[in-house]
C-alpha cells in the first residue's frame, strides 16, 4: 500500500518499509537543515544513525559504510565524500548502487548533508583528513596514517647507485602511529668497486599528533636506525641513531599546503657517526584536473642538514617534485622529483626520486581503479 506521509514539511511516498522521497519534495526542502535532507536522500540506505540500513531493509548486496566510526569516517575529506554523492559511487571507484545527487541537490545542501553527517562522530580525538596532505619525496608527514611507501633514488652521478625504501605505516588509535623502514639497492663497493645489492639502516619509528584544529596539526615523534646496512657500499652508518623531530603539517589558502619538519639525529658513536640536526620542509599545492578528477600536486621540498659535532657547513638541497593520484579511488599515488645539492656539492650528486604511494586503509591496491 503507498501512502503519503507529511513529516515536517517533508513529503515521502513511503511503500511498505521503504521510504522514496519525491524529488519535487526535496526542490521543497532547499531551505532545509543537513539531517532533513541527510533523511530524505541518504537514510534509506545509509541509515538514520548512519551505521547501514539494516540488510533486511535493502535490496543489495554492497556493503555500506560506518559513519559513526571515527576511525574510517574522520580520515575522509569533506571534498571526497562530496564528490561521491553528488556524481556517485563509481566516480571514486566504488559501487554504482551508491546514486548521484548533483542533479537534487546544490552544493550547498550537499555541503549542509556533510555537516550532518560528520556529527556521527563526535570524537575530537581525531584529526580530519583534510589534514592529512600530499606527502613530500623526503619529510615525514604530521599526519597518522596506514600507508605504504616505495621510494626510489638514482644517483644521477658517477659511481652511481640506486637506493630504494620501503616503508610501512599503521596508524593505531585516533592520533598515533608506527612505521618500520627498510632501505636496500645496490651499488658498487668502496672496497673493490664492484656492484652489488646491500641492506641499508633499518629504522622503526613512533610518531603522535599532539595538537590539532582545522588548518595544523602538530606530532612529535622518534625514529631509532640500527646499524644493519652495508657501510662499504654508502649504505649505512656505523652506530645506533636516534632521532627524535617534530613535524607540522599546514593547510593555507587556495589548496596549497606546507610541511615542516625539524629533529636531531643522535649517535651512540659520535666519534664515528657524527649528531646530526636536520630541517625539511616542503610547499605545494593541489590542482585537479575537471572536477572530479586526477589530483596534481606540485611541491617545492627544502632540505638542510648539518654535522653538529665539526660544525660543517650546512647541507641544503632543492627537491622540486609532483605528486599525481594514479587511480580512481586516489589512493595510489606516484611522486616524481630531483633533488639538487645547493652547497657542499662536492660532497652529494643529483639524485632522481620517485615514489609509489598505497594508502591501504582505502582499499587494496587493485581496488579502485
Ligand atoms: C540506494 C542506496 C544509497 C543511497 C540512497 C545513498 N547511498 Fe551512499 N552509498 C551506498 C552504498 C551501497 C555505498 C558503498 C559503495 C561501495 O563501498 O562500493 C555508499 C557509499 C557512500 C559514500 C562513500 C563512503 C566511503 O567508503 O568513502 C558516501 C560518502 C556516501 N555513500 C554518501 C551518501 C550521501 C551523502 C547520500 C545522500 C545524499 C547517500 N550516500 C545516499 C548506497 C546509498
Known sequence: MAVFS???????????????????????????????????????????????????RIAFDDPLPDFTECSFASREP????IIVAKAGGPVRGFSETMPAFGEAFDDAQLQSVMDHIRTFCQESAWPRGELNLPRPLVSEKA??????????????ESPGAV????????????RSQIEIKVP?????????????????????????????NDRSI?????????????????????????????????????????????????????????????LRTAIGRTFTSGEFGRAWSPMLEVLGSVDLESGSRVNWDLVPQMQ?????????????????????????????????????????????W
Not at 186 to 199: H, K, M, R, V
Not at 236 to 264: C, K, M, T, W, Y
Not at 272 to 277: D, I, K, L, M, Y
Open 324 to 368: 599525481v593520484t594514479l587511480n580512481t579511488r586516489q589512493h595510489v599515488m606516484l611522486n616524481l622529483g630531483v633533488r639538487f645539492p645547493v652547497t657542499n656539492t662536492d660532497q652529494r650528486g643529483t639524485q632522481f626520486l620517485a615514489y609509489i604511494l598505497w594508502d591501504w586503509f582505502d582499499g587494496g591496491f587493485l581496488d579502485g
Open 218 to 278: 602538530l606530532s612529535l615523534a622518534t625514529e631509532v636506525k640500527l646499524p644493519t646496512g652495508d657501510v662499504d657500499r654508502g649504505f649505512g652508518a656505523d652506530a645506533v641513531r636516534i632521532e627524535p623531530f617534530v613535524a607540522l603539517g599546514q593547510i593555507l589558502p587556495n589548496d596549497s599546503f606546507l610541511h615542516f619538519q625539524g629533529g636531531v639525529e643522535f649517535s651512540t658513536e659520535p666519534d664515528v657517526v657524527e649528531h646530526e640536526a636536520f
Open 6 to 56: 507529511w513529516v515536517g514539511s517533508r513529503r515521502l511516498l513511503s511503500v511498505g518499509a521503504l521510504s522514496l522521497p519525491l524529488w519535487f519534495g526535496v526542490s521543497e526542502a532547499r531551505a532545509q537543515d543537513g539531517q532533513s535532507l541527510y533523511d530524505i536522500g541518504c537514510a534509506s540506505c545509509h541509515g538514520a544513525d548512519g551505521r547501514g540500513a539494516s540488510p533486511d
Open 78 to 81: 569533506d571534498a571526497d565524500w
Open 163 to 174: 637506493v630504494n625504501q620501503f616503508v610501512y605505516e599503521k596508524r593505531f588509535g585516533p
Open 184 to 212: 636496500f639497492g645496490f651499488a658498487p663497493a668502496a672496497s673493490d668497486s664492484e656492484w652489488g645489492a646491500a641492506l641499508g639502516d633499518v629504522g622503526v619509528g613512533f610518531k603522535h599528533a599532539v595538537a590539532h
Open 143 to 156: 599526519y597518522p596514517e596506514d600507508e605504504a611507501v616505495w621510494t626510489t633514488g638514482v644517483n644521477a
